[in-house]
């Protein structure tokens, strides 16, 4: 029994067997987390002290004394010292291999400047030879000052002999240099493909900016990364859960991503839990619908059983699709697919139990995928469907018409957003799409008074992919200097119970998975985050800085932060 805090010490070891022996009949902990702040989000009881474990699951909530029936001579204690337990919280928007590339590659995240943009590329040509690509990712040119995109005349002077291809942070725009674009065939006569864009110069020239699906003609040409595909998503995994996420959502893959993840489950090298959507309308996703999808594999760690479509571009890019003009550029941004390409798939999902995930930002995105859920929910009722309530998903939802927002609530659609998105974005988005449509974006409160959960996410790497940010950033509404305009509604924030449910039992329920996660009960999965601080209490701006100590998964404890 070392190790025990004062409060099972002072029941004395004698005392503690005596009361072994007269409740000889309750089941023993394999672990017992002691001396904690516990948040379990459980109406019955949410606040506790300790928690024993059995397995993979939970076996009894409460107080120390109250769980003592549950301690067993091999029992091992793990003291919290008084660190706050929350359930373990999960990243509804991620890509996995991403965040793997982002930890090995060229990461232009957080540059402020067009020079400091081009310095980095520089350093990273001076590291090749003549005619090796330079890759990188996570621009963004909105804190620049022009915030003016990149193109390839910027990037030939400083690299003439390299082919250049480097993807803007949010993934829907990419640049290019001259040499990039001869390899790929991208000239002045090249067709704009439907659902992108090929931006010009005033001489009708290729500027190097490709948009949405136009990105295709240069990124088919470009090699695959060095590290293997398993490399990148353990080392994403890796991180993840150093950040406190116990599950992630993978939004976005194909089959040679999935029998590469069962592998790395199977071999023991995975321990995060993955929920997974196929990139679809391709042939990947027409294999998992007429298939169907696989489900609480590997100790429950594992699911696969969506489908992944892209509606539009992004706001940033200019791509999100719009029902009226853009304020600061010509046209409505572009839809990425037409109704004819999916609605076949769509219903067959449907009849098939396969959840469908729509990427929408834009208000015309996020109103036609809308449309396309209710006209096959109408074709398909509840007698046909492989799961009565489909719980189909919209990615982002950021711009909403406000005529829009009732119908995922009346569609049963499950929002999924990212909290950082709008902390960034609103520094540049007025001027997008003007102050009064605005009113109805990043609407967090609007949509959870219309009645519905949502599913928080960082969309990684995307954003930094950590939660403190989120939970910050869904609690403030302010960017992380502590900034905030009248343009940024702030009564669109949550509250902190509201957010950490958008982090554990709101992406449960988008999973299918309540019953067994989201919140701290006997019978879950002893899935838990630790942090130093109590991020239900300490001051907002704190919230930022308090640490990650503990990742717990299935009662293993994955990451320390002393490890």
Known sequence: ???????????????????????????????????GNIHTLDPDQPRAEAIAIRGNRILAVGSQEGLAAHLGEDTRLVDLGGATVVPGLADAHVHLAGIGERELGLDLAGIDSLEGFLDAVADAVDEREDGEWVVGRGWLETHWDPPSFPGRKDLDAIAPDNPVWLTRADGHGSVAN?????????????AIPEGGDILRDEDGQPSGMLLGRAQWLVAQHVPEPEAP??????????????MGWTQVH?????????????????????????????????????????????????????SLRGVKLA??????????????????????????????????????????????????????????????????????????????EPRWRIEHAQ????????????????????????????????RRVGVERLRHAYAWRDLIDSGVPIAGGSDAPVEMGD???????AVSRRDLQGHQDEHWYPEQAVSREEALKMFTLWPAKAAFEEDVRGTIEAEKYADFTVFADDIMQIETAEILETTVTMTVIGGEIVYRAED
């Open 311 to 388: 509606a539009d571009g992004a706001l940033g890019s200019g791509g999100a699709a719009l029902l009226e003009d853009y304020e600061d550029r010509d046209g409505r941004g572009y839809l990425q697919f037409q109704r004819e390409e999916v609605i076949e798939l769509l219903e067959d999902a449907l009849r098939n139990g396969v959840q469908v995930w729509t990427h929408a930002i834009g208000d015309r995105g996020n109103r036609f995928a809308l449309d396309l859920y209710e006209e096959v929910f109408d074709k398909v009722g509840p007698e046909e469907r492989g799961i009565a």
């Open 250 to 302: 993978i939004a976005s893959g194909d089959f040679e991503e999935v029998e590469t993840l069962r592998e790395l489950f199977a071999d023991g090298s995975l321990r995060l839990r993955i929920n997974q959507a196929l990139r679809g309308p391709g042939e990947d996703a027409r294999r998992l619908v007429s298939e169907g999808g696989v489900t609480g594999l590997y100790e429950g760690r594992y």
């Open 178 to 190: 001259s040499m990039a674009l001869e390899m790929a065939g991208v000239g002045e006569e090249t």
């Open 1 to 35: 029994m070392k190790g025990m805090p004062r409060s099972i010490a002072a029941l004395s070891l004698a005392a503690v067997f005596a009361l072994l022996a007269c409740e000889a009949d309750q089941p023993r902990a394999d672990k017992m987390l002691i001396n």
């Open 229 to 242: 595909l398993a490399e990148r998503l353990r080392l994403g995994a890796e991180r993840s859960q150093a």
């Open 467 to 473: 939660p403190r940010i989120e939970f910050y950033a």
């Open 399 to 430: 711009v909403l018409h406000e005529d829009d927002l009732p119908r995922f609530a009346e569609l049963g659609v499950i929002p999924s957003m990212q909290p950082s998105h709008a902390i960034g974005d609103l520094h540049y988005a007025h």
